[in-house]
């Protein structure tokens, strides 16, 4: 990947991210939902200046490869991530957030590596750590 050049620095950083469900549920498990939620994390990229290198929503996790400027704060991009689709989902889907405690569709926890090496295992583990409801 090429670096991204700005008036004051040049830069490459990649991030990857990936977090579960709350209690694992599979509210993603039909395309309409997933096609949504891919849009919905898609749009909060794209708000925050960075750059969506890949997306996957699976049924009950979602991960996310993003190239973001050395200013972006790592955990200030996953609040926004997750918070702001979170919010988009309750507007949207306030049926679906009912089913949980504290309305909350995503859980706590989330794993964050830096760099643009395969993490297919390592998300796919990460996910299975995870705990069911």
Known sequence: MELIK???CEYNIIYQIAWC???RQPIFSDFQAKTQITKILNDKVEENGMEMLR???EDDYAYVC???????VPVDMVKSLKGGSARR???L???TCA???DRHIWDD???IVAGDQDIVSDVAAYVNRQKKG
């Open 6 to 8: 700005r008036r004051n």
């Open 21 to 23: 469900t709350k209690d």
């Open 55 to 57: 997306v996957l929503v």
């Open 66 to 72: 993003v190239a973001a400027d050395p200013k972006t």
């Open 89 to 91: 989902m309750q507007m």
């Open 93 to 95: 889907h306030p049926e």
């Open 99 to 101: 089913l949980f405690k």
């Open 109 to 111: 926890r989330y794993m």
